[in-house]
């Protein structure tokens, strides 16, 4: 169940939902679905509005992506550029570099932060691989 400030303090985050929850069009329904989400997702975008504490090196990078999709949804830029700032910093490996990579180039309708996590990539490859022998060998791996 959800108290009634909740709408009001959305609201004051979001232009969406302030339309959503107090605009001409706005939505009656007691519950209100949110689609092409993770349930632990809005739940970070709500725990970010509220200044809760994010443990955000737990989350993985789809989950970020989750995030990212609601920040941009929601019209929440500061939420944006904090999962931004947390693409700069996704823990990475020899062995993780790629698929990381990988996942990054799937979310390009996102080119503000997967150019970011791409170029996190590069740059830990750049530093771990100092020589095009070594890129080389990596690559044909």
């Known amino acids: 169940e959800i108290c009634d400030e909740v709408p009001l303090i959305l609201g004051l985050f979001s232009p969406v939902f302030k339309k959503e929850f ?41 989950e970020l992506f989750d995030v990212v999709n609601l920040a941009e949804r929601y019209q929440l830029p500061r939420l944006m550029d904090e999962v931004k700032s947390q ?9 993780s570099v790629m698929e990381v990579a990988d996942t990054g180039a799937e979310f390009i309708q996102f080119p503000s932060v997967s150019d970011i996590l791409l170029n996190t990539c590069a740059n830990f490859l750049k530093n771990n691989l100092p020589t095009e022998g070594q890129l080389l060998r990596f690559t044909s791996n």
């Not at 693409?87 to 062995?95: A, D, F, K």
């Open 87 to 95: 693409m700069e910093i996704v823990p990475l490996t020899m062995e």
């Open 22 to 62: 107090f605009g001409l069009a706005r939505e009656t329904k007691d519950v209100i679905p949110v689609r092409q989400t993770t349930l632990e997702s809005f739940d970070k975008m709500c725990d970010y509005i509220y200044g809760k504490t994010i443990e955000w090196e737990e989350l993985s990078v789809e």
